[in-house]
């Protein structure tokens, strides 16, 4: 079946550090969505891509669909504390089903 | 625009008893979803509905939960009776017709 391959599945950076984390799979896909989500609560949306190809920008944080349509990556700039939470990816091959990465738990020290 | 709502944030019971979660999606969603996510895992998704059908439930373990959207707006999900393994976040999320899904704050459900 589809399923994403995300990584890192942890990391730690100093403060001001930049981070990029990526997902990819074997299937291609029509749209990824990239979420943080801090400690009980529900996953918040940071970028939506639909088109392969697209680069797009929220703030500091900036995410790419990939070529191949099989993969995508987020990157945070000029990380700070409140970056810690847990990054998940998610794509939807059309079916209106979302499949999820396994998760990035980013750690930033001060 | 209002977000997903759920309620409750948290809940607590003993096994074998029943719980309900409900969600009322952001308005004009017609796609709904609820996903069980277990600690240090992705969301997994237990049912889909498209207005007030089911889209997707195999993930759903039918003996124990159910799900209804019966007028094609707010969900319930109910577990019954509950076991000790069911203690995970249960999530809502609805879909944007620009094909954006959007969670609500999730229930934390506790089984002792």
């Known amino acids: 079946g589809q399923q994403l391959n995300q990584s890192p599945q942890s990391m730690f950076i100093q403060e001001g550090e930049d981070v990029s984390m990526n997902c990819t799979s074997s299937?291609?896909?029509?749209?990824w969505l990239w979420y943080k989500q801090d400690p009980g609560e529900g996953p918040v949306l940071l970028i939506a891509?639909?088109?392969?190809?697209e680069l797009t920008s929220n703030g500091r944080l900036t995410a790419q669909f990939g070529i191949t349509r099989k993969d995508s990556f987020l990157n945070i700039s000029a990380s700070i504390p409140s970056d810690v939470g847990i990054y998940f990816c998610?794509?939807?091959?059309?079916?209106?089903?979302?499949?999820f990465g396994t998760g990035t738990r980013l750690k930033v020290l001060a | 625009e209002a977000g997903v709502a759920q309620s409750p944030r948290y809940k607590i019971i003993e096994k074998r008893q029943s719980v309900a979660f409900w969600c009322n999606p952001i308005?004009?969603?017609?796609?709904l979803y609820w996903y069980q996510q277990i600690l240090g895992q992705g969301p997994k998704l237990l049912i889909q509905?498209?207005?007030?059908?089911?889209?997707?439930d195999s993930q759903l373990p039918k003996d124990r939960f159910s799900a209804e959207r019966l007028k094609g707006v707010d969900s319930t999900l109910k577990i019954q009776p509950a076991k000790l393994e069911d203690s995970a976040v249960y999530l809502c999320?609805?879909?944007?017709?620009?094909?954006?899904?959007?969670f609500g704050p999730g229930t934390r459900l506790t089984v002792l």
């Open positions: 999320a609805s879909r944007s017709p620009t094909d954006t899904q959007y």
């Open positions: 509905f498209q207005n007030n059908g089911v889209v997707d």
């Open positions: 891509l639909y088109k392969a190809g």
């Open positions: 308005s004009g969603h017609a796609t």
């Open positions: 998610a794509a939807n091959s059309g079916t209106y089903k979302y499949i």
């Open positions: 299937s291609i896909f029509n749209t």
